[in-house]
């Protein structure tokens, strides 16, 4: 079982499509285009942290349906757009507005938003958040995990800190 982490995914709004410069022709080839790049990346086995903003004004069959078409165990962070219907839906294992984590003895702080200073941030824990859409320079062991910033797709904190080590070398990432 792997732990990965997304945000930001605006299930169902037109407005994200122009708002954060996304690559699709409608809402629907939006929708359908992030739930196969979910399912592409996370297995049944898999925990995935959803740190908020995950559908905008869905009606909560519509939450379900979603949650029910996607891999893993969910967990979700509320973000400001997460209405009643997204946290009150069963397709969640837990809701809550922040947690602290262990993934492979590194400590994680989840929010929606980013934060400017967090518990064991000395220590080597990092805080993962979303909100931003990408737009935001991330301290250090900090970092937007929203489908904005990484192709759409859940990633694991290996591949964060792998990108964010190849960013440090000077390459791509």
């Known amino acids: 079982m792997r732990i990965l982490f997304t945000a930001d995914h605006h299930f169902g709004q037109g407005a994200a499509r122009g708002l954060f410069r996304r690559p699709f022709a409608d809402i629907a080839a939006m929708d359908a285009a992030m739930v196969d790049r979910w399912n592409d990346g996370v297995r049944a086995e898999d925990t995935v942290w959803h740190l908020g903003d995950f559908a905008i ?15 893993g165990n969910k967990h979700l962070i509320t973000g400001n757009n997460d209405p ?20 492979d003895g590194t400590p994680v702080v989840l929010c929606h938003y980013a934060l400017r200073v967090w518990n064991r941030q000395g220590r080597g824990a990092w805080n993962l958040h979303g909100h931003s859409h990408g737009r935001l320079a991330p301290l ?15 990633v694991t904190l290996e591949t964060i800190a792998q990108a964010r080590r190849r960013r440090v070398r000077g390459t791509a990432a």
């Open 57 to 71: 004004r869905a009606k909560a069959e519509r939450v379900l349906e979603l949650l029910a078409a996607l891999h």
């Open 84 to 103: 009643d219907a997204t946290r009150r839906s069963s397709g969640w294992a837990s809701v809550q507005d922040y947690a602290e984590i262990d993934v």
């Open 140 to 154: 250090t062991r900090q970092a937007d995990v929203g489908v904005d910033a990484w192709d759409f797709r859940p």
